[in-house]
């Protein structure tokens, strides 16, 4: 007499051979053959797959090393349409410094008009081809003219010693 798991595994083996031999009949791989016959289940172990496969440490880091080095040839890309990677104020010229700033202080209005900044801004500013109004600032720059009332305060410390 058979247990209930003998039996089980008889019938499933069974329908594997019978599943074999029906797609050699119809000239179809075997795999071909069973997406056929349970497309759902076929459907859920695609899904399966990919998402262990996004989920693997090694294919995330390539994913975000490739995402991190098109974001930054986007960026450099940028600064360089506006003159280098260097500060038009003062001349700093340490990449993680620098910014894109909004020459007319327009820019709270420009990220909002194209939802968001940084890597949006690069990405609009290069399918703009790049157009004039904006200039290269870094942080110490980009922050005094904010809260100076748009005047770096590097210019203002320039105009009044000469
Ligand atoms: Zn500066
Ligand atoms: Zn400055």
Redesign the pocket.
Known sequence: MLTLEEKRAKRAAYMREYNRRRSQELGASFTTFWRAIHPEAARKHREEEKRRWRADPAVQQRHGEICAWHRRKLKIAAYEAYGGCV?A??GETTEEFLSIDHVNNDGAAHRKMIKGGGDVLYRWLRDQKYPPGFQI??M??NF??RINGGV????QQKAATA
């Open positions: 500060c104020c003062c600032l870094c110490n720059c005094g003219k770096c305060p590097h210019r």
